[in-house]
Structures are given as structure tokens and as C-alpha cells.
């Protein structure tokens, strides 16, 4: 899936998630994200892994960078935090709390 983001994560980005679906059509889902653009005043790119549940209205997942996925201005990124994604029009969000290794 390919995916643009707009805030203090301004770029684009692409995700690859494996869900399991139950009949009462909740999931689990697992995935990897790779977001390139630019993160407050640093550019680079960098990759998520997700981990999370769809409850049938809103997927949450916990997020986790990486070690060693950033480049360029975003090297020695670490960090974590979370995305949500409701379902029928809502706008997903993604909040991170990061930092950089010394």
C-alpha cells in the first residue's frame, strides 16, 4: 500500500501488513512501513514494524523503528509509538516518540 503523510512526518511512504482475519471479521495484523521524506528538520528514511488488532472499526497497532533502518539525516533513529486507522472516512494518524542514538 502506498501512503503520504503530512505533518511533522512529511513524505511518502509504503507498508506491506499480514493480517488474520477471524469470522467475526476482527484481525491481528503484523507489517513493515517504509516512510522517506522529512522528520521535524531531518530528512532520510526510515522503517516501522507494526504490530497490532482491528476491532471491525478501528485498526491500532504499536509501532517500533527499526534499529539501523534510518538513512541519511535520519541515522540512529530509534523510538516507537502508535498508528490508528478507523475504517469509513476517518483520518489515520501515526504519533511517534523518537530520538537519536548519540
Known amino acids: 500500500m502506498k501512503q503520504s503523510f503530512a505533518g511533522d512526518i512529511d ?21 513493515l512501513q517504509r ?33 539501523g533502518s534510518g538513512t541519511d539525516d535520519l541515522r540512529g533513529i530509534t523510538g516507537g509509538g502508535e498508528l490508528r486507522a478507523p475504517v469509513g472516512g476517518g483520518r489515520p494518524t501515526v504519533s511517534l516518540d523518537y530520538g537519536f542514538e548519540a
Open 11 to 31: 513524505g511518502e511512504g509504503s507498508v506491506e501488513w499480514l493480517m488474520c482475519y477471524r469470522p467475526d471479521k476482527t484481525a491481528d495484523f503484523v507489517g
Open 35 to 67: 516512510i522517506s521524506g522529512r522528520l521535524g528538520e531531518r530528512s532520510g528514511s526510515f522503517v516501522l514494524q507494526s504490530n497490532g488488532v482491528f476491532d471491525g472499526t478501528e485498526a491500532k497497532a504499536d509501532l517500533t523503528i527499526v534499529d
